[in-house]
């Protein structure tokens, strides 16, 4: 079982940059997706989250910049990033559960976004 985050990397200030999270040993369409991210020296926080049903949640900082999306086809789910800002640097993270009231079942190791000119 395991998440496999990827796509990260340096992109200037409002620049664009979409990371994906394959999942492999589980079938994600069931799952509640997540992107978590973690900057230097602060903690991780939830950007936005997709449900089985394709509900979304996004954090008020991301709200009309970032889209999540999933390909249950693809067993992958989709971070788009527009309007990038030095500020959402941090390894992002993705995390699946059964239930938005549990704890996570499984973590990708986190792909790096860092935004800078």
């Known amino acids: 079982v395991q998440l496999q985050a990827s796509g990260g990397g340096l992109v200037q200030p409002g620049g664009s940059l979409r990371i994906s999270c394959a999942a492999s040993g589980f079938t994600l369409n069931v799952y509640g997706m997540s992107w978590l991210r973690q900057a230097p020296g602060k903690e991780r926080e939830l950007v936005t989250a997709i449900t089985g049903s394709s509900s979304t949640y996004y954090r008020d900082s991301v709200k009309g910049r970032f889209t999540i999306s999933r390909d249950n086809t693809k067993n992958t789910v989709y971070l788009q990033m527009n309007r990038l800002k030095p500020e959402d640097t941090a390894v992002y993270y993705c995390?699946?559960?059964?239930?938005?009231?549990?704890?996570?079942?499984?973590w990708g190791r986190g792909t790096q976004v860092t935004v800078s000119s």
């Open positions: 995390a699946a559960r059964l239930l938005a009231t549990t704890p996570y079942d499984f």
